[in-house]
Each structure stands twice: as structure tokens, then as C-alpha cells.
């Protein structure tokens, strides 16, 4: 595990001019492996909810973390899990959503009161599966109102290597500084609209990363992820940390992860978050 490369002022510095930086090696072996098992927990219910419903005859325990939720839904497609997040409190998630060093770079963006925003989400993105393979937008283009007056990080690591082929991410560095631009329903998931987007598709960079990397970006950076052309599964992890002075401009409150002014209400340690909802 490695200390910060750069400084504070030159990841602040960098995070302005391209939309995000890469922390590489940041987590610890222990954090990614709890979010691991807890994800083999929540696999391991998909698998006994498809043998009783008789689409499946072997729940593949033998199957790697990488392979075995696709393998499970081969024989139909169409109803693989797109992402986890209202059962995301469990206790080997609390490791890497407040992880204290990561809560600490993110104070010197946005100051001492943080909420973990209510958007955290666990993907499996499965391979050649629409369903999973998330468009071009902004983060900010899936919430209403003033978001360019949000405070927010945006966090995102992956749980196996994440490569071109199996749909790593691309940014379009320096777009955040476009402010909010408008986002078109396609059958799955918003889109930046095209007349935005297409002049700069050639300015996208691919986000390749190891377990253990953390990539914070802008919450109005173009992004997308890659289609999965491989046999893996690409699961990855995304969170927000917000300014908790901030209304989150959403029903859901989220959770406080840092607080001077109330540090009662913060989420203390794994068996507190356990015992909290998505809210
Ligand atoms: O993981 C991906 O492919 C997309 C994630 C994403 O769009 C996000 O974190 O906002």
C-alpha cells in the first residue's frame, strides 16, 4: 500500500484541469477482499434463487469470483442483477465507504463535514450485456436542480483488474468544466446528448486500474464505461462523497462519514452500518 504520490495542492491542481486523478495502490489487500466476500454472499443468494426457480442445475461454487455470476445467468440473460446498492449494507462494505485515509483526501477537497451521498452502488458488469454497460453522462445529469453548485467526489475502484476489454472506464478529461449539459433517455440508461459529446469522443482516455486503485473524478465529468468484450466480469465499486451542508437535491439524506459540527450522527464503524437502510 502507497502514501499519496502528489501532494494535496497538485492532486487539487490536477483534479481541476482534468476532471479526476488515480490514487494507485491506495486500499489496503483487506478492504477489497471483504467487499469480495460480501459480493460472494450476495452471488451465492442469485444462485439459490435461480435453483429454485429450476432455470439453473448447479449453483457453480466451484466458479471464480470472476466468471461465476455470468456463468450462473448464461441460460437467461435477460435477468441479470445490473447493480447492488440498497442491499450494500453489510459489513464488509464499511472498509472501503469510510475508509479513513481515503476520508482524509477527501477533506481537503471539501472541508471537514462529508456524507457518503446516497449513491453507492456495487456493478457486476457482465460480459456483452447491454443491461450492465452504462452511456456516456455526467453523474450530475441523473440528479435535478443546481447540480453544478454540488460539492461532491466522486469515487470509483475496481474489485478485478479493469482493461479495454472488459470495459474499463473512459473520461473526456477537462469536461467537467462544461457545467451541466443536457442527457437523452436511451432503453437502459441516460446519454450525454450528441451534439455535446461527439466533437470530444476523440479526446477520451481510457481509465485502466488494478484492485486497490482509487479514481476519483468530478461529478460532472463525461464518462462511460467500455463495452465487456472479455469472459469476466467487471465488478467495481462507486460511491459519492458530498459537502454534508449541502442538500443532496435527491429524497435520500445518505450517511455521515465525517462531522465536527455533529459528530454523533456519524456512521460509526461495520456493525453501525449494518444496521442503517439506503436512505
Ligand atoms: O462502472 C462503470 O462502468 C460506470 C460507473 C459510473 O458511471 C459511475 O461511477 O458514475
Given at each position: 500500500m502507497a502514501?499519496?504520490?502528489?501532494?494535496?495542492?497538485?492532486?487539487?491542481?490536477?483534479?481541476?484541469?482534468?476532471?479526476?486523478?488515480?490514487?494507485?495502490?491506495?486500499?489496503?489487500?483487506?478492504?477489497?477482499?471483504?467487499?469480495?466476500g460480501e459480493m460472494g454472499h450476495l452471488v451465492d443468494r442469485e444462485a439459490e434463487k435461480l435453483?429454485?426457480?429450476?432455470?439453473?442445475?448447479?449453483?457453480?461454487?466451484?466458479?471464480?469470483?470472476?466468471?461465476?455470476?455470468?456463468?450462473?445467468?448464461?441460460?437467461?440473460?435477460?435477468?441479470?442483477?445490473?447493480?447492488?446498492?440498497?442491499?450494500?449494507?453489510?459489513?464488509?462494505?464499511?472498509?472501503?465507504?469510510?475508509?479513513?485515509?481515503?476520508?482524509?483526501?477527501?477533506?481537503?477537497?471539501?472541508?471537514?463535514?462529508?456524507?457518503?451521498?446516497?449513491?453507492y452502488t456495487v456493478r457486476p458488469k457482465l460480459p456483452n450485456d447491454p443491461g450492465t454497460q452504462v452511456l456516456w453522462h455526467q453523474d450530475g445529469g441523473y440528479t435535478e436542480g443546481a447540480v453544478e453548485q454540488l460539492r461532491m467526489i466522486n469515487i470509483w475502484t475496481p474489485l478485478v483488474p479493469a482493461r479495454v476489454e472488459n470495459g474499463c472506464m473512459q473520461f473526456i478529461p477537462g469536461t467537467h468544466r462544461m457545467g451541466p449539459v443536457p442527457h437523452v433517455k436511451k432503453t437502459h440508461y441516460l446519454e450525454i446528448a450528441e451534439e455535446h459529446l461527439k466533437p470530444r469522443l476523440n479526446l477520451a482516455v481510457d481509465i485502466e486500474a488494478d484492485p486497490g486503485d482509487i479514481v476519483l473524478f468530478h461529478n460532472l465529468?463525461?464518462?462511460?464505461?467500455?463495452?465487456?468484450?472479455?469472459?469476466?466480469v467487471?465488478?467495481?465499486?462507486?460511491?459519492?462523497?458530498?459537502?454534508?451542508?449541502?442538500?443532496?437535491?435527491?429524497?435520500?439524506?445518505?450517511?455521515?462519514?465525517?462531522?465536527?459540527?455533529?459528530?454523533?450522527?456519524?456512521?460509526?464503524?461495520?456493525?453501525?452500518?449494518a444496521s442503517l437502510s439506503f436512505q
Open positions: 502514501s499519496l504520490a502528489l501532494p494535496p495542492e497538485s492532486l487539487h491542481e490536477r483534479f481541476e484541469q482534468q476532471g479526476y486523478v488515480i490514487l494507485k495502490h491506495f486500499l489496503e489487500r483487506e478492504a477489497i477482499e471483504a467487499v469480495k435453483l429454485a426457480s429450476g432455470k439453473i442445475r448447479d449453483p457453480l461454487k466451484g466458479e471464480p469470483f470472476e466468471t461465476r455470476l455470468a456463468r450462473l445467468y448464461e441460460s437467461c440473460p435477460g435477468e441479470t442483477p445490473r447493480r447492488y446498492r440498497e442491499n450494500l449494507h453489510l459489513k464488509g462494505m464499511f472498509g472501503i465507504l469510510f475508509h479513513p485515509r481515503l476520508l482524509d483526501v477527501v477533506e481537503t477537497f471539501l472541508g471537514p463535514e462529508i456524507r457518503l451521498y446516497p449513491n465529468l463525461f464518462h462511460y464505461g467500455r463495452p465487456n468484450v472479455s469472459r469476466m467487471r465488478w467495481s465499486v462507486d460511491w459519492r462523497y458530498q459537502d454534508a451542508s449541502q442538500s443532496t437535491l435527491r429524497k435520500a439524506r445518505g450517511h455521515l462519514a465525517r462531522s465536527r459540527s455533529q459528530p454523533e450522527q456519524v456512521v460509526r464503524d461495520a456493525e453501525h452500518w
